[in-house]
């Protein structure tokens, strides 16, 4: 992964203004936030209460307020939870793995990155529950000492998403916590009112930057990044076993779990791009989040992309030489002819074609042409996910079974909703959290003379 | 994140919620230490559907008027009783022993593998009002699913209310009747919910 | 006092029961009375429906649980009798053997009853037209009974009335003839009624009673007129197909519909069960329009136009007599053939006529009622040259009994204001009579018009006087079978609105009033008396056997001697050649009859046979039809005939004859009942006195609109899956042969661990399955399964546990129809099980997959991983008060609540019951002890149950047959039930 850009002219961090400028420049959106989030900021309220009240509509009445049916018994909720979690990995990532990498591009993105993770974690959170029959018993397929003397089946995929959701989603927090703590003080001891004073420093801790606090930092974080790397794997892959054990055509598959993770940090690398190019833009970000980071993720962008590329056509190949009729019939027609046929070609034009122009250098520096790029291959990965679910169940053994499927409007409004909540709490961590890992990028800008010359 | 998912297990196991020995007011303030202990009356005189069907059975007011009609034919305490069998309106008795609607327990079978009333019923003879003794939770059926032998007793003891073996003389007599009866309890969800 | 009970629901003042006669009677056989026979709480509201309170319903009033305690769970009571009756154990249901009756003929059934109520219904093996076996309908009958929609209360002029004195009013305002007094009921064979009615007869001579059936079967129908002109009198013609080795059925669905279907299909399945070559298997050449049950297992089907039958038939009788030599029974039928020669279909005509001719006497020929009396004449003729009058067809006198008239001479009598009293007894004429009798505008100009109804349906809305009808649960009655036996209908409960009985009406009408089971009674007595030599005493102990066995048996009644007198041929109207274009073809509707059973859920949820259709009815048309109309599934066509127009959705059927456009009556209901509103359109309006099943078609215009048709299967196909294997009698493998199907490749899972006790198992015999879908509803009630609605099945969200799936190999005009009976197949590795993360589907030790509703948290995991997609959802509340009848429930089975999944269970509560009463007394559990509700209710006996581990038993017997394979075997799963490959008897020259 070693894309630091050999060739990359662009610094990492423009401007040779001492830390106190680059603190008053960083924390600036804190003290006087820009009005045009806080505008954003009433639609996504609404559409979260749109969210929250489909919510309580799908408990209260069961759901049979969904489209879902026998043969297609999972459909929507199964495929945003999939996607959200997807969407979650780019987050660990970059601040796990390219920290261990020594990537330092990371650093300006890579609190975003990991806020923007844990908000996916709890929108895929909500959704395992709220599909469940009966979901006031969700705590079933936790191990606990019950009177009836039972325990989960440890057998089954869904304990196990159980086991790597709750890790992920714990781990996930405690390495952006721990990262927010050095520029929560910061934001404490800058922070212009008293109120706010006291609760940064309610937050920091009691951070003091003593040299015993940086070094245990220091330990504490690198073991964090060692903890959660790992987990970038497992996670997504343990989502993909949820297909892969079952023997329903189109999901059993010995594939999923790479091609799964390859897809998870493809469509989180778009979704932070989505995120980080408007609010570059808007709050004049330009000198901190550079061309060179742009450049980056372009980059991964294309990579990953062309891996999930390289599984959509390993998964119609292994159908066919594996012989098997019923895998052949959805690979081979079920999905590119059958019903929901155009979500199929739409996956393969967002998620194989599109992405194959970012070889292009120009196009890698269109900031325009990036985002829309990374918004399709966000609507591309989401369709990849339903032609998983609802197309293979749809077209089952029996072909007396085979059914269709249509969402109703309740589904439309979690999944939209679900959007809206994502926005909303990532819009209130952008007013209230220093978004940029203030304290990594001092360090960096010590080193950054000698670094825009030499690669690592 | 511990210590609330133990403390709600412990809770659980707790007699308030199991309901052990809770006392609740009956339409008439029928006394099992007198007609059992006292008067020597059978369980299977009352409860006659205990040993042939799946339910123990309650006795119609008819059962009762059998001999109040010739004893204490004017005592306050039974008028409940006249009034139901004059106008022909049964007592609604409280259930003590609740199971849930989706657990289907067959007294027959327990009685004729050599299961006692007071094994799961406690000492009822010694009841004034009759109180749950047992936890009638999923685990304290299992248990005796699992290990009959130290839950059964010779089949003409069944209503014996003063059957309280040696440890030992439990363990010789369970395991023969395990032996002889060919006693295997279903450990199959299907054997209880259905 | 239970006498007492017993008779204060008869506020109206009728009179007491003889009630020391009937203690006698009752202790001395097994007829419930007092509380035993109508436990009153069996009319307390449904409030909550928790096992427990059926257990508590075994009491009266479940009105006193008001007593507060102070717990945490609710209050629950324990309400037991007050004198306890001598043969009621609580807890264990109670069987009694009665009769229900479709078009006057009586089938015999044993009802189960739990604490005094009716929950299920089964067949009367002693009975003749049941066998054990049962049919939609009379399963249906027990949901019926708790319709809530059912009329509550006697009316007349719109106020509440006292049914027995207005009768009495009518009889006094009659005059001493009777002129104006018309009587209008439902065909019947029932004894007590032919007295009832003689009765009336007598006392007003000139009063008249007009007999109507819209089913239109045996007497009432085109046969009895040909048989009344060929032989003089009524009779009614006996089939036996377990000696029918050729079976050529013209427009008819003998095995699925019609008073004795189901003997017809116990016998035909007799002779279904070669396993091996050589054996005698029946060849089954079917002529129809559209696609019946029949017409779905016969070797050879022919799509033809109803109108282009008796064409048929003379062609069939042409190639015997020239080709076969089959000798003319009669010159004029010679001279008809002659005049009447078609080149259509000849291979299949001459290989009927060769297998017919080689078969004489062990051939059948069977014609529909909805036949012109020609077709059925020229159908005796057929059977008699071939020598199956007195074999495979004997005629017996009808047992119905003979009215004054029809419909037809009714209207004509109302045009002329001859009628002042009209009493209707059921059947619901204004709907179901003759489009052009108009008799919903005649009815009017009867002065006094009383109906006697279970609904307040379109007759009772045009009718001052209204009587609520008793259900036939609910009172006492007779009838006979088709072959004269005749059987007791007694109740299982008490009326729950008051109903009254037919019989009771006209008792009124002639004297005092009487109740139901008194004027039986007396009809059996009086029947003995006539026999003469059998004493009261022996009258009544007959009578006790009668109703303890629910049937006298062994007294068919005897054969006649049929010598046809063949100039009456010159009577019946040949039908002109028949016309190009489309005919509109009208018949009875599978699942609501004539329209009686509109209003029952389980009836409208229940698939076609053969559309897969619920909630609806439609126009079946040809694919080919359909490319000409250019019209789609479920679009809008306007059929506009001589009788008038009818917009109706299309269905497009394979099988379906070209040229005709089928639509099934019993829909568009206008009545009061609630479910069966806007259901559907009605044809009969289309229906006239001269075509009573048809109508020419003017023009066929197709719609923009289209309507959404509730369909269950929407692919037809079996895409070359091993699913559904084929086989003919001469090409049956011998167990030295290959097996039909490879066995699974090697498996990673472990073998599951087996028990020391029996492994239950099925095997369905797809060759005898005739799609009737009698199980789907056996299923239903013993399983308390919901009904979802229209909305639900059409985003296909239907509970039935047992489907039977439908697929047609072949080019789509004339394809071979398969038939597969789909539920759980309990597989020994099933891939269910492994990906539940609750345990809540598991494996029990005798080999059941079990489903524990109470640990379902609802992932639906199962289900994705079911390769045969048999497990059902409660995507709603469906359990609650939308499904209406918490009283008709099995108590043995848990209502499933919203958000777990279910599914078919081997009837686990029949296997524990049975296993729990063999440890309690104390006997070994027999390998054929446990009988599925499926199983025990096929007409056919396609299914067999039982441990596969016991060799003595039939199943061991049937897995080890070559012709046994598992669906999707590839899928390596092991299914534990198992199919036996569907073997066909082609001709070998139409192959």
Redo the contacts between chains.
């Keep these: 992964m070693s894309m630091a850009g050999q060739h990359a002219a662009d610094p990492l961090l423009i401007g040779t203004s001492d830390d106190a400028a680059l603190t008053q420049r960083v924390l600036r959106p804190l003290w006087s936030p820009h009005p045009a989030l806080g505008w954003l900021m009433i639609p996504a309220a609404l559409g979260s209460l749109v969210f929250i009240t489909a919510l309580c509509y799908t408990f209260v ?4 307020v969904w ?5 297609v ?2 459909a929507f909720a199964i495929t945003n939870f999939v996607w959200w979690i997807g969407i979650g990995h780019a987050g660990t990532f970059i601040s796990a793995i390219l920290y261990l990498l020594q990537q330092e591009w990371r650093t300006s993105i890579n609190r975003i990155a990991e806020a923007m993770t844990l908000f996916a974690v709890v929108n895929a959170g909500l959704f395992p529950i709220a ?5 006031w ?2 705590y ?2 936790a191990p ?7 325990w ?2 440890f ?5 196990w998403d ?1 086991a790597a959701i709750s890790t992920y989603g714990t781990v996930s927090f405690l390495f952006w916590y721990l990262g927010l703590l050095p520029d929560l003080a910061t934001a404490r001891d800058t922070a212009p009112t008293r109120l706010r004073r006291r609760l940064y420093g309610l937050c920091a801790l009691g951070w003091r930057g003593a040299a015993s606090h940086w070094r245990s930092y220091r330990i504490a974080y690198l073991l964090l990044a060692g903890l959660a790397t790992p987990l970038v794997v497992s996670v997504h892959s343990i989502v993909s076993l ?1 297909f892969a ?4 055509p189109g999901w059993h598959s010995t594939i999923f779990p790479p091609y799964f993770v390859a897809g998870a940090i493809f469509s989180g690398f778009a979704m932070v791009l989505t995120l980080v190019i408007p609010l570059r833009a808007l709050l004049r970000l330009q000198d901190v989040i550079t061309m060179r980071h742009i450049d980056n993720m372009a980059k991964v962008l294309l990579a990953t992309g062309s891996i999930v590329a390289y599984s959509y056509l390993l998964e119609p190949f292994t159908a066919w030489y594996s012989g098997d ?2 895998e052949r ?1 959805i690979q081979l027609v079920g999905r590119p002819a059958g019903p929901f046929a155009w979500v199929f070609w739409l996956t393969i034009v967002c998620n194989v074609l599109v992405p194959q122009v970012l070889w292009l250098r120009s196009l890698r520096r269109n900031l325009v042409a990036l985002l829309i790029i990374s918004l399709l291959v966000q609507l591309g990965m989401w369709s990849e996910r339903f032609v998983i679910v609802v197309t293979s ?1 749809q077209r ?9 499927y ?1 969402p109703t409007l309740i589904d439309a409004c979690l999944l939209f909703g679900s959007m809206s909540l994502f926005l909303f709490l990532f819009l209130v961590f952008v007013r209230f959290v220093p978004f940029i890992a203030l304290s990594e990028l001092k360090l960096l800008r010590r080193k950054e003379p000698v670094e825009t010359q030499v690669s690592p | 994140m511990v210590a609330i998912p133990s403390a709600l297990a412990f809770a659980m196991r707790q007699p308030p919620v199991t309901e052990q020995g809770h006392i609740i007011d009956q339409p008439i303030a029928f006394d099992h230490r007198h007609h059992v202990r006292d008067l020597g009356i059978d369980c299977r005189y009352c409860h006659e559907g205990v040993d042939h069907s799946a339910y123990a059975g309650v006795p119609p007011t008819s059962r009762c008027m059998n001999c109040h009609n010739q004893v204490w034919t004017a005592a306050a305490l039974l008028a409940p009783v006249r009034w139901s069998a004059e106008t022909n309106t049964p007592v609604a008795w409280q259930r003590i022993h609740h199971l849930p609607d989706f657990v289907y327990f067959d007294h027959s079978v327990h009685i004729s593998r050599g299961v006692g009333c007071s094994t799961c019923h406690g000492p009822v003879d010694t009841m004034a009002r009759v109180y749950q003794v047992a936890p009638m939770t999923m685990g304290w059926c299992i248990d005796c699913h699992r290990d009959p032998a130290h839950a059964l007793r010779p089949l003409d003891r069944i209503t014996d209310m003063d059957w309280t073996p040696s440890a030992a003389e439990q363990e010789r007599v369970g395991t023969d009747m395990v032996r002889r009866l060919g006693i295997s309890p279903t450990l199959d969800c299907s054997g209880c919910h259905r | 006092m239970s006498a007492h009970l017993h008779d204060d629901h008869r506020s109206d003042g009728a009179p007491h029961r003889d009630a020391l006669y009937w203690r006698t009677l009752a202790d001395s056989f097994d007829v419930p009375s007092g509380t035993r026979e109508f436990p009153p709480a069996a009319d307390t509201p449904p409030n909550a429906w928790s096992r427990r309170q059926f257990i508590g319903l075994m009491s009266a009033s479940m009105a006193l649980a008001g007593l507060s305690g102070c717990r945490l769970t609710s209050d629950d009571h324990l309400v037991p009798y007050v004198t306890q009756p001598v043969d009621v154990i609580p807890g264990r249901p109670s069987h009694y053997a009665t009769t229900v009756t479709m078009g006057g003929y009586g089938t015999g059934v044993v009802v189960t009853s739990h604490e005094g109520r009716p929950t299920k219904i089964d067949g009367n093996p002693e009975h003749p037209a049941s066998l054990g076996a049962c049919g939609v309908f009379e399963q249906a009958l027990v949901l019926q009974l708790y319709d809530p929609d059912r009329a509550q209360a006697a009316r007349l002029n719109g106020v509440s009335c006292l049914w027995h004195q207005e009768m009495q009013e009518v009889a006094t305002h009659t005059g001493t003839r009777g002129d104006g007094l018309r009587v209008l009921m439902e065909p019947t064979a029932s004894p007590t009624m032919a007295r009832c009615c003689a009765e009336v007869k007598q006392r007003w001579p000139g009063s008249r009673i007009i007999i109507h059936d819209a089913a239109g079967i045996g007497a009432h129908g085109a046969a009895g007129q040909a048989w009344r002109a060929l032989f003089g009198h009524d009779l009614v013609a006996r089939y036996d197909f377990s000696r029918s080795l050729i079976v050529v059925a013209m427009d008819a669905d003998p095995l699925a519909s019609g008073p004795s279907h189901l003997a017809h299909a116990r016998g035909f399945a007799s002779l279904r069960r070669a396993r091996s070559a050589g054996q005698p298997m029946n060849r089954l050449y079917v002529a129809e329009s559209s696609p019946t049950c029949t017409g779905s297992i016969a070797d050879h089907r022919l799509a033809v136009s109803d109108r282009d039958i008796v064409d048929l038939l003379l062609a069939l009788l042409a190639e015997l007599m020239a080709g076969q030599g089959v000798l003319c029974p009669d010159q004029r039928i010679a001279a008809l053939v002659a005049g009447r020669t078609t080149s259509a279909h000849p291979s299949w005509i001459r290989a009927a006529a060769a297998d017919l001719a080689a078969n004489r006497g062990a051939g059948l020929i069977l014609i529909g009622d909805r036949q012109p009396p020609l077709a059925h004449a020229l159908g005796h003729a057929l059977n008699a040259a071939l020598g199956n009058v007195g074999a495979t067809i004997a005629y017996g006198p009808s047992p119905l009994m003979a009215g004054d008239g029809d419909l037809a001479s009714l209207m004509r009598e109302l045009d002329r204001g001859q009628v002042d009293d009209l009493l209707i007894l059921g059947g619901n004429p204004v709907l179901t009579a003759l489009g052009d009798i108009q008799l919903g505008r005649r009815i009017s100009q009867a002065r006094n018009r009383w109906y006697l109804g279970l609904y307040e349906d379109e007759t009772a809305q045009l009718c001052n006087g209204f009587i609520p009808q008793a259900h036939v649960l609910e009172s006492w009655g007779d009838a006979c079978a088709c072959d004269g036996t005749r059987s007791i209908q007694q109740p299982l409960i008490d009326p729950l609105h008051g109903g009254i009985a037919a019989c009771e009406v006209l008792a009124a009408l002639v004297g005092p009033p009487r109740l139901a089971r008194d004027l039986v009674r007396d009809t059996w007595r009086d029947a003995f008396q006539g026999a003469g030599s059998i004493a009261d005493a022996g009258a009544d102990a007959h009578l006790a056997e009668v109703l303890r066995r629910g049937v006298e048996v062994g007294r068919a009644s005897s054969l006649v001697s049929t010598a046809a007198d063949w100039s009456a041929l010159a009577r019946f109207e040949v039908p002109q050649r028949s016309r190009d274009g489309f005919e509109l073809s009208l018949k009875l509707d599978a699942k609501v009859h004539d329209g009686r059973f509109a209003n029952n859920p389980w009836l409208q949820e229940l698939p076609d046979p053969v559309t897969k259709l619920t909630w609806d009815n439609a126009a079946l048309i040809s694919p080919a039809a359909a490319r000409r109309l250019g019209v789609a599934q479920g679009a809008l066509i306007e059929v506009r005939c001589d009788t008038g127009a009818l917009t109706v959705p299309v269905i497009i059927q394979p099988g379906q004859a070209e040229w005709t456009i089928s639509v099934s009556l019993g829909y568009g209901r206008r009545g009061a009942e609630r479910t069966a509103a806007d259901i559907g359109v009605d044809a009969y309006p289309l229906t006239s006195i001269s075509r009573p099943w048809s109508a020419a078609v003017i023009a066929v215009t197709s719609r923009p609109a289209s309507h959404r048709l509730a369909i269950t299967q929407h692919h037809w196909s079996l895409e070359g899956r091993p699913i559904l294997l084929e086989q003919t009698l001469a090409g049956i493998n011998l167990p030295a042969d290959a097996p039909l199907q490879p066995p699974p490749g090697p498996s990673l899972r472990p073998a599951p661990a087996h028990g020391p006790g029996p492994q239950w198992a099925m095997v369905i015999d797809t060759s005898v399955c005739i799609g009737c879908s009698a199980c789907v509803v056996a299923c239903q009630a013993e399983n308390n399964i919901p009904v979802v609605g229209k909305e639900n099945v059409l985003r296909s969200r239907e509970m039935h546990w047992l489907r039977i799936d439908r697929y047609y190999r072949g080019n789509e005009d004339d394809p071979v129809a398969l038939l597969q009976p789909m539920a759980c197949q309990h597989c020994e590795k099933a891939p269910c099980e492994y990906v539940c993360p609750t345990y809540a589907t598991t494996h029990s030790q005798d080999g059941l997959n079990e489903m524990t509703y109470n640990r379902c948290v609802g992932t639906r995991f199962c289900s994705n991983n079911c390769p045969y997609k048999v497990r059902r959802f409660n995507w709603y509340n469906f359990a609650d008060g939308r499904d209406p009848l918490p009283l008709a429930r099995n108590p043995e089975v848990t209502v499933r609540a919203r958000g777990v999944m279910e599914k078919c269970t081997y009837c686990v509560q029949r296997i524990r019951t049975t296993e729990h009463r063999s440890l309690v007394d104390g006997v070994p559990l027999r390998t054929d002890a446990v009988v599925t509700a499926c199983q025990q209710t096929c007409p056919t006996q396609a299914i067999t149950f039982g441990d596969m581990t016991d060799p003595a038993s039939a199943v061991a017997h049937l897995r080890a047959h070559p012709l046994a394979y598992a669906v999707l075997e590839d899928s390596g799963a092991q299914p534990r039930t198992r199919y036996l490959a569907h073997v066909r008897n082609p001709h070998p020259e139409l192959t």
């Design positions: 009445t069961g759901i049979g489209g879902n049916n026998i043969p018994g999972w599909h469940l029959g009966r979901p018993f969700f079933w397929l606990y000492p019950a009177t009836m003397e039972l989960p089946q057998r089954s995929s869904l304990t159980v949820d054990v079952a023997k329903q009729p019923y019939y169940l089952g053994a029996l072909p007396s079974s085979w059914s269709s249509s």
